[in-house]
């Protein structure tokens, strides 16, 4: 007996919604289940990727965006039967971080390339008054944001009594930068060694001269290979949803057969396996 389309469209939505609720009372029943603490600690990585970007954002808000366009896809899915939208699932919850990650990496660019111009307004600084704590004070004011940014709360916490050794490490801490991080162990070791902290500056500013010139030869050799990864990575999702709007029956021996869904399944495997073998191939560390 074959039960008529009116009685199995609403079936399956009740069915769908029975599952999503099980499901959520399985993971999110009690404040210790899995799936609290997993959003507890995805809400944590983007309330700190958000702070350092000085968003007005905040994690909860980047989460319920998340949230609703989860059940706008889900809805259009059931409403409108098409299946391949399905493949904006993962781009919803994977965008948003990489995003994130993506302006949190320029950022802390633009801080790289302010590095050297700070180290020699400090060691100038240090020429007319020996307190390297005035003279990073000092340097606030002469530079551009985001340096000056991250420098101006070093100086309020050297304001309000923080010693100089830790704020610097938390300047450290909080930039992620390995210019800066390099230049902040230079100078705690030239201050509890007693060295020249000038002349230390002045040598610290040529190495970071040095290492711009490599890594800008790094970027021009590997840049046309990473702007073919991005292809490969990019083009598959607009090419089957091209090929599906143009015939809506293409992919049908794909996905109402176990043999298509197991092409479907290793075609995806090998996909991320390539993006990210030639991300970590060209991933080139100097």
């Not at 180290?119 to 100038?124: H, K, L, R, Y």
Request: with cysteine.
């Amino acid at each position: 007996m074959i039960l008529p389309t009116s009685i199995l469209e609403p079936g399956l939505i009740l069915l769908t919604i029975v599952t999503l609720a099980t499901a959520s009372v399985t993971f999110f029943g009690s404040p210790k289940s899995a799936g609290r603490q997993l959003f507890r600690a995805y809400r944590t990585t983007l309330d700190r990727q958000l702070r350092f970007l000085r968003s007005p954002l905040s994690g909860l808000q980047v989460l319920l965006a998340q949230l609703l366009a989860y059940i706008a896809v889900a809805f259009a899915v059931l409403e409108c039967h098409q299946w391949l939208l399905l493949l904006l699932l993962p781009a919803i919850a994977i965008v948003p971080k990489l995003l994130l990650s993506r302006l949190a990496v320029r950022l802390v660019t633009t801080i790289d390339n302010q590095v050297e111009a700070w180290i020699n307004i400090v060691a100038n600084a240090l020429r007319a008054s020996p307190s390297l704590g005035d003279a990073i004070t000092s340097s606030v004011t002469l530079l551009q944001p985001p340096l000056s940014q991250e420098l101006d709360v070093l100086a309020k916490e050297y304001d309000l009594g923080t010693p100089l050794d830790e704020a610097l490490e938390n300047l450290s801490e909080r930039i992620g930068s390995r210019s800066l991080s390099a230049t902040v162990q230079a100078l705690q070791i030239a201050r509890r060694s007693g060295g020249n902290l000038t002349e230390m500056l002045d040598s610290s500013a040529a190495s970071l001269r040095e290492f711009a010139r490599l890594e800008g030869v790094v970027r021009t050799k590997t840049a046309e290979g990473k702007a073919q990864v991005f292809v490969i990575g990019v083009i598959p999702l607009p090419m089957v949803l091209g090929i599906n709007a143009l015939d809506s029956h293409f992919f049908e021996p794909l996905f109402g057969s176990f043999i298509g869904q197991l092409v479907i399944s290793v075609a995806l495997l090998l996909w991320l396996a390539a993006v990210l073998l030639a991300r970590k191939i060209l991933d080139v560390d100097i």
